[in-house]
């Protein structure tokens, strides 16, 4: 989904250039369309980011904890921080989309719900996903699990190297 929000974006803005200093015409929209599509990438990378645990982060007192203190303590007082920031990210981000649904994008013409919907299902699948974690972390799923194959997937291993079979986890 980045991947055509950033293509589109892309060809938008090589689109705009083309017809600006060569045709000598404006497209009126497309710079807005181009925007848009940035605040769309940002919210959805800010997800991607955080399941891939790519988030910027400061180490230097966790490395200096007891071993065992960062699993137990650290990792859910960090997950319940974020969780609820991210709550009110969504809380506000609804109200302000909602708030602004009457108005209209000035060249697209569309109402800015839209755009301004990005923070908030942003802010929603982060929850999720935060959450998600937090269920992982007292639940664990059993090695050579759909969650754990997945992810040995994307790490590009082969499943058999890196996960074990349920029975083998026994």
């Known amino acids: 989904m980045l991947l055509v929000l950033g293509l589109s974006m892309t060809i938008l803005i090589l689109v705009q250039v083309f017809f600006r200093y060569v045709v000598d015409e404006s497209i009126s929209w497309s710079e807005e369309a181009a925007r848009y599509l940035m605040v769309w990438m940002g919210a959805l990378g800010a997800v991607v980011?955080?399941?891939?645990?790519?988030?910027?982060?400061?180490?230097?007192?966790?490395?200096?904890?007891?071993?065992?203190?960062?699993?137990?303590?650290?990792?859910?007082?960090?997950?319940?921080?974020?969780?609820?920031?991210?709550?009110?990210?969504?809380?506000?981000?609804?109200?302000?989309?909602?708030?602004?649904?009457?108005q209209l994008s000035p060249a697209l013409e569309i109402p800015m719900l839209f755009p301004y919907a990005a923070v908030p299902i942003g802010a929603l699948m982060m929850i999720l996903d935060i959450?998600?974690?937090?269920?992982?972390?007292?639940?664990?799923?059993?090695?050579?699990?759909?969650?754990?194959?997945a992810a040995a997937t994307l790490e590009g291993s082969k499943t058999g190297d890196s996960c074990q079979t349920g029975e083998e986890a026994k």
């Not at 007192?61 to 009110?88: M, W």
């Not at 269920?135 to 059993?142: A, G, V």
């Open 49 to 102: 980011a955080l399941r891939q645990g790519r988030h910027i982060g400061v180490r230097v007192l966790v490395e200096r904890l007891p071993e065992n203190s960062y699993d137990r303590f650290i990792v859910p007082l960090v997950q319940v921080t974020i969780g609820t920031f991210l709550f009110f990210l969504f809380w506000q981000g609804v109200e302000l989309a909602v708030f602004n649904y009457d």
């Open 131 to 149: 959450f998600a974690d937090m269920l992982e972390d007292r639940w664990p799923t059993p090695a050579g699990s759909r969650a754990n194959l």
